[in-house]
Nanobody
Framework: QVQLVESGGGLVQAGGSLRLSCEASGRIFSFNAMGWYRQAPGKQRELVADISSGSRLNYADSVKGRFTISRDNAKNILYLQMNSLKPEDTAVYYC????????????WGQGTQVTVSS
């Protein structure tokens, strides 16, 4: 059974940096995509960044130039380096894994809180 475990959230001042990690354990037969989403209070969950099986990177306009997504293929760990953080980046950040193993699955992590103070 595939599981996702996130880490790296916390409280940081505006302008600071954090790095989120998401480790996928279990058998992943065919990787389709992996990404980070976030949900602020009272708002819908939104895509922050993702990476496809072809290593194509995709970022939300609001984080372009500040956040960097990367993946350690050997360890099945997804990272999100967040620089120049702003108070509006405050949200619960979720890791998502899209993979196939005779069927297609989309798995969510438990979420990690990121709070940026002004």
């Amino acid at each position: 059974q595939v599981q996702l475990v996130e880490s790296g959230g916390g409280l940081v001042q505006a302008g600071g940096s954090l790095r989120l990690s998401c480790e996928a354990s279990g058998r992943i037969f065919s990787f389709n995509a992996m990404g980070w989403y976030r949900q602020a209070p009272g708002k819908q969950r939104e895509l922050v960044a993702d990476i496809s099986s072809g290593s194509r990177l995709n970022y939300a306009d609001s984080v372009k130039g500040r956040f960097t997504i990367s993946r350690d293929n050997a360890k099945n760990i997804l990272y999100l380096q967040m620089n120049s953080l702003k108070p509006e980046d405050t949200a619960v950040y979720y890791c998502n894994l899209d993979y196939s193993d005779r069927a297609r699955y989309k798995l969510w992590g438990q979420g990690t809180q990121v709070t940026v103070s002004s």
